[in-house]
């Protein structure tokens, strides 16, 4: 996983042309309105390993309501990582229909599928991905690079983007001069700072200590509940799950 993660992380960095905006609290008015964001239909996922098919998802439906904060648990292997770079456009389907904030990810080109993650989704790994050489206030500056928005705008919306995950007064600091729960809130504070639609987060509390994990939890729920995020969340950890509105377990390729 290391690899493709990293790739993430860059891939999460970049971002087209549009205006982004700070978090904003009246985006998505409605917390769990009934409203599908993710819509999936038959999808299934093989990889390949040279020729040998490697059947990952198999057949899955999937609804996710606008404003929900799901977790998605199961055994290693099971497709809980695949499944979340589905609904985040990072892949495509193999078969079956996925309909995400509006697009139909499945016929979606690799260019039309970057702009796509670009607008709709932020990005919380396990392992944090910051630039080692990028002050906090850069990292989270980084998604911002490619608008079209000024240095003093971008740096005032890294700047908001920092104080509402607490870190006001880290913003110079590296992050080898953060704690990792603070390493995770610049993470943070970077996947929300275009004002993405969904938050997918891929064990997010994986590295982390009880209480430090708890404060992340709790800034998940604050952005869900407060922020209108969308959250998507993969978790081995009971407790991590319990914060969540709905709890989805996949086994073997199939959702139970
Ligand atoms: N790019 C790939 N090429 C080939 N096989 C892959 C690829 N990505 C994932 N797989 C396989 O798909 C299966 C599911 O992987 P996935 O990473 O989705 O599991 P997971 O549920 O996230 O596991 P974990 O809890 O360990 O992170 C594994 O058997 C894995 O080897
Ligand atoms: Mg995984």
Not at 2 to 31: C, F, I, L, V
Not at 63 to 81: D, N, Q, R, V
Request: avoid cysteine; proline fraction near 5%.
């Amino acid at each position: 996983m290391e690899t493709s993660e990293k790739e993430q992380a860059k891939d999460g960095a970049k971002t087209n042309g549009d205006a982004a905006a700070a978090p904003s609290k009246e985006a998505h008015p409605h917390r769990d309105s009934g409203k599908a964001i993710v819509s999936m239909q038959g999808v299934s996922k093989t990889f390949y390993r040279g020729k040998e098919p490697v059947p990952v998802l198999d057949n899955l439906d999937l609804e996710i309501a606008e404003g929900a904060f799901e977790a998605l648990m199961g055994p290693s292997g099971s497709g809980k990582s695949t499944l979340l770079n589905l609904i985040a456009g990072l892949d495509r389907p193999t078969r079956g229909q996925a309909r995400v904030a509006g697009s139909n990810l499945t016929d979606m080109n690799d260019a039309e599928l970057a702009k796509f993650r670009s607008r709709t989704i932020g990005f919380i790994f396990q392992q944090y991905n910051l630039m080692p050489v990028l002050t906090a206030l850069e990292n989270v500056e980084l998604p911002l690079l490619l608008t079209k928005l000024s240095g003093s705008e971008r740096k005032k919306r890294a700047q908001t983007a920092l104080r509402v995950v607490g870190l006001e007064n880290r913003m110079t600091h590296y992050p080898r001069q953060l704690s990792g729960g603070q390493e995770q809130r610049v993470a943070i504070a970077r996947a929300i700072v275009n004002d993405p639609t969904i938050i997918v987060a891929d064990e997010p509390t994986g590295d982390l200590d009880r209480k430090n994990a708890d404060e992340i939890l709790s800034l998940l729920e604050k952005l869900n509940t407060e922020f209108k995020k969308t959250i998507v969340m993969v978790t081995h950890d009971p407790a991590a799950a319990e914060r969540a509105t709905v709890t989805r377990r996949l086994d073997k390729g199939a959702l139970t």
